[in-house]
């Protein structure tokens, strides 16, 4: 990249060009070790289920309420992150969701047979999320100023495989830990990637130095920056990732309880299932991102995530419904049919993230992106809250073939929400 080029935009950052990688690491570690407690405390749904005395529809409410907590604050840590920068955010929530993980193991955990209060549990879970929420919008912000925007699929998707990357260390991990030594020891490891993420990003994380010869400019090139919050292009994509996590969620939330109740799965196989399902999303999010920034093709991307989203949960509420109600099931080839179906649905629905939030960002100009990523995050952390709270009743309505019809239905719907122009870069000479 030219000095020339450098000069003419102001959203390029200078050198050393190889640092932005740590800062991507230092976001990929703060991403994962709050989502190994977003993503893998539901992996343990059947146990806390058991361990905490919970009916279904209470379980979905506790399952719920971390996401609750981070779509309150995902906001304000937007607007606090374009103000302050990603560094001092991020510190500040991930040393502080530590406390409050440390505080869970303490007096929210049962012990000895003792229960403790719902209360103790669903604040805590609110207070983890609450503060948790801080690592979304400041790394995905760091990558939008650190990068080009011909490396920001890729940069962007791979920060984003945190998020299955955390989910599925939690899936082989947070299970067996619960089973063998109890949900404070979950609540303590959980503690510790904490403040080991901090450790790095303390140590890496830093704004890069930026040029100011010039008003900032939307990605597009197009004048001074809009405020993301007036902007119905932002909007309309960020209610398309909200509607399309929808589904993302009732896999992540409910699918060990889906394979436990209705496919009469062992702990072992539901372990292997949710993991593998985390292993392909981030695989899957990782290709698309650097597919995507060959191509600049992120809107067709997106629409054809949404609609194969679409066919593979409406063939679940298929083969659900024909299943009549799990009896069928006894058969390993059929439970190993329902297994690969789930895991594929929970796949390609997790799969686009990344391509979504850099065109999200790209939209908004790197010095908004903070803001603009929050309120996404605000919108499908509210879906994350409702989903699981809202599926008890949904099964004892009309049972897993509605819940998936459902789903269906959520990605249908975000299919042209996702469709919008695609954004033009800034050329750099």
Not at 69 to 80: N, Q, R, T, V, Y
Not at 168 to 179: D, E, K, M, N, R
Not at 200 to 229: Q, R, Y
């Amino acid at each position: 990249m030219t000095h020339q080029a450098t000069l003419s935009n102001p959203l390029v950052t200078c050198p050393p060009p190889r640092h932005r990688w740590k800062v991507l690491a230092a976001g990929v570690a703060a991403n994962a070790a709050f989502s190994v407690a977003f993503s893998g405390i539901p992996m343990t749904a059947v146990l806390m289920r058991d361990g905490y005395r919970l009916d279904n529809a209470t379980l979905g409410l506790v399952l719920g309420l971390m996401g609750l907590g981070i779509a309150i604050s995902e906001l304000p840590w937007g607007l606090l992150t374009d103000r302050w920068g990603d560094r001092p955010v991020l510190l500040t929530g991930l040393v502080s969701t530590a406390l409050a993980l440390a505080a869970m193991a303490l007096w929210a955990a049962p012990s000895h047979g003792q229960i403790p209060p719902l209360g103790l549990l669903a604040g805590g879970l609110v207070l983890v999320g609450l503060l948790g929420g801080s690592v979304n919008g400041a790394s995905g912000r760091a990558v939008m100023l650190w990068f080009a925007d011909g490396e920001r699929g890729l940069a962007m998707s791979i920060r984003q495989t945190a998020v299955p990357l955390g989910g599925g260390i939690g899936a082989l991990l947070l299970p067996a830990v619960a089973l063998q030594h109890g949900f404070a020891a979950i609540y303590s490891l959980l503690a510790v990637l904490c403040l080991l993420a901090a450790l790095l990003t303390w140590a890496w994380v830093h704004e890069p130095a930026l040029t100011t010869h010039s008003k900032p400019t939307t990605a597009a090139g197009s004048g001074p920056l809009n405020d993301p919050l007036r902007d119905p292009r932002i909007w309309r994509t960020v209610a398309g990732i909200g509607i399309l996590c929808a589904p993302q969620f009732a896999v992540l939330s409910f699918g060990t309880v889906f394979l436990h109740d209705y496919g009469h799965a062992g702990l072992a196989t539901i372990t292997v299932a949710m993991a593998l399902v985390q292993v392909g999303a981030m695989v899957m999010r990782v290709w698309s991102g650097r597919w995507t920034d060959q191509r600049r093709n992120r809107p067709a991307y997106l629409r054809a995530c949404s609609g194969l989203s679409a066919a593979l949960f409406a063939g679940l509420a298929i083969f659900s419904a024909l299943a009549d109600g799990g009896q069928l099931l006894a058969s390993p080839l059929l439970r190993g049919g329902l297994l690969v179906l789930l895991a594929l649905c929970g796949i390609c629905v997790s799969a686009w993230h990344g391509v979504a939030y850099v065109q999200l960002a790209s939209c908004a100009g790197a010095q908004r992106s903070g803001t603009a990523l929050a309120m996404a995050n605000t919108c499908v952390f509210s879906v994350c809250f409702v989903t699981p709270l809202a599926l008890p009743h949904l099964l004892a309505l009309q049972g897993w073939p509605l819940v998936w019809l459902l789903a269906s239905g959520c990605a249908l719907l975000a299919r042209p929400l996702l469709s919008g122009r695609r954004v033009q870069p800034i050329k750099n000479a």
